[in-house]
């Protein structure tokens, strides 16, 4: 398993957290590239994002345990949110292949998925998350968006550090 996907208990959120994205969107690449806000949606004291955050932290155990090294099931890290930014992909819109080395994890949840929005690809497997849903993944994993067929196929996405501290398991 590459990813963990959680359904997100508060997704009526959703319509303010794309009001949230809409309204902070800093640029308007050309055409073919999404359109995004600043890195740092998080820090903004926005209520939604604030639950939204808070919620996605309590995954790091199960991301750590099921997708890093699930050999050691109690395996406890200290991670930290570093950064959150939206994104709005219309009709033809997407991202190529990339990853998000050195972060340790990464995350996407899925604000607004009508129906043509393209799948997201990691490690070339086709995922189709359904809003409302988060997909958590380690960083160095290569993933993409092609072929996005819908206006407004809306998503946050953010980057995980790790924290090294005494909590850390020996060798
Ligand atoms: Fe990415």
């Keep these: 398993m590459q990813c963990i996907v959680a359904p997100y208990p508060h ?76 994104m709005i992909y219309n009709k033809g819109e997407g991202v190529s292949l990339h990853n998000h080395f050195p972060y340790a994890l990464s995350f996407v949840y899925y604000v607004r998925m009508p129906k043509g929005a393209a799948p997201l690809t990691i490690s070339e497997t086709e995922i189709s998350p359904k809003e409302g849903e988060i997909v958590i993944f380690p960083s160095i994993l290569s993933h993409g968006v092609n072929d996005n067929q819908i206006k407004g196929r809306c998503c946050l996405a953010g980057n995980i550090l790790f924290l090294d501290t005494e909590s850390s398991p020996g060798g």
Aim: hydrophobic share 30%; charged share 35%; proline share 1%.
């Design 11 to 86: 997704k009526k959120d959703n319509d303010k957290l794309f009001k949230v994205i809409e309204k902070n969107i800093t640029n308007n690449l050309e055409r073919g590239n999404s359109s995004r806000t600043h890195w740092d949606l998080h820090k903004k004291g926005i209520k939604e994002i604030d639950k939204l955050m808070l919620w996605i932290s309590d995954h790091f155990d199960r991301a750590t345990n099921e997708l890093v090294i699930p050999y050691h099931r109690d395996a406890h890290y200290d991670f930290k949110i570093h950064s959150c930014w939206g």
